[in-house]
C-alpha cells in the first residue's frame, strides 16, 4: 500500500510570516494537529503542531488579566517556532516506509511531498 492512499488530503499550508494569533484560529477550526510552513512556491519549510502554538501563548489572556507581554506574544510568526527542515516521503512511498520514519524519529506527523 502507498502513502496516497491514506494521507490527509486538502489540508491548509501557512506561511513562514503566519502569527501565532492566526495559527491558534486555524488549529481551532480544523481536526488535525500539524500545519506544513511552506514559502511563497509552496517548498515545504517546516511543521508546526497545534502544541507548538499553545506552548507560545501565554495562560493570562483575557480582558482581566492580559497584559502587554502577553498580547505581543500573538505576534510571534511561525517561523519562530516550527521545527525546520522536517524528514518528508513522497505520495508513492511505501507505507512501510513511513511508518518506519515515524516510529524511529519518534514523529506523529509526517509530511507528503
Known amino acids: 500500500m502507498l502513502v496516497n492512499q491514506i494521507m490527509s488530503q486538502n489540508l491548509h499550508t501557512v506561511l513562514a510570516e503566519?502569527?501565532?494569533?492566526?495559527?491558534?484560529?486555524?488549529f481551532d477550526d480544523v481536526s488535525y494537529h500539524h500545519l506544513p510552513v511552506v514559502d511563497e512556491n509552496n517548498v515545504l519549510l517546516g511543521i508546526i503542531s497545534d502544541r507548538d502554538v499553545t506552548q507560545n501563548l501565554s495562560p493570562f489572556f483575557g480582558p482581566d488579566m492580559e497584559r502587554?507581554?502577553?498580547?505581543?506574544?500573538?505576534?510571534?510568526?511561525?517561523?519562530?517556532?516550527?521545527?525546520?527542515?522536517?524528514?518528508?516521503?513522497?505520495?508513492?512511498?511505501?507505507?512501510e516506509t513511513a511508518s518506519i520514519l515515524l516510529l524511529v524519529n519518534n514523529f506523529s506527523c509526517i509530511p507528503v511531498v
Do not use: G, H, Y
Request: glycine content about 0%.
Open 68 to 95: 502587554d507581554c502577553d498580547r505581543e506574544l500573538l505576534n510571534q510568526i511561525a517561523k519562530d517556532i516550527m521545527s525546520v527542515n522536517p524528514i518528508s516521503v513522497s505520495q508513492n512511498s511505501r507505507i
Open 18 to 26: 503566519t502569527t501565532i494569533s492566526v495559527l491558534s484560529k486555524i
